[in-house]
């Protein structure tokens, strides 16, 4: 199990950090984990299973 920090997230989804914390705070994002102090990164599985989503989304869309 990997830890992605903010700018590795950024980069996996193409969103702004404020879009990142937007969706945390609605739910719809992986919550980050406290690392200690004020550092937070992400569970790199839990990221790339809402981006796996996404397009699992956009598929249905099309059909």
Known sequence: MKFMRLNDVKAAT???RSTIYKYVKQGSFPMPVSL????VAWVES???AWI???????????I
């Open 36 to 39: 200690g102090g004020r550092s």
């Open 46 to 48: 839990e990221v790339v």
């Open 14 to 16: 193409g969103l702004a």
């Open 52 to 62: 796996a989503a996404r397009i699992r989304e956009r598929d249905l869309q099309l």
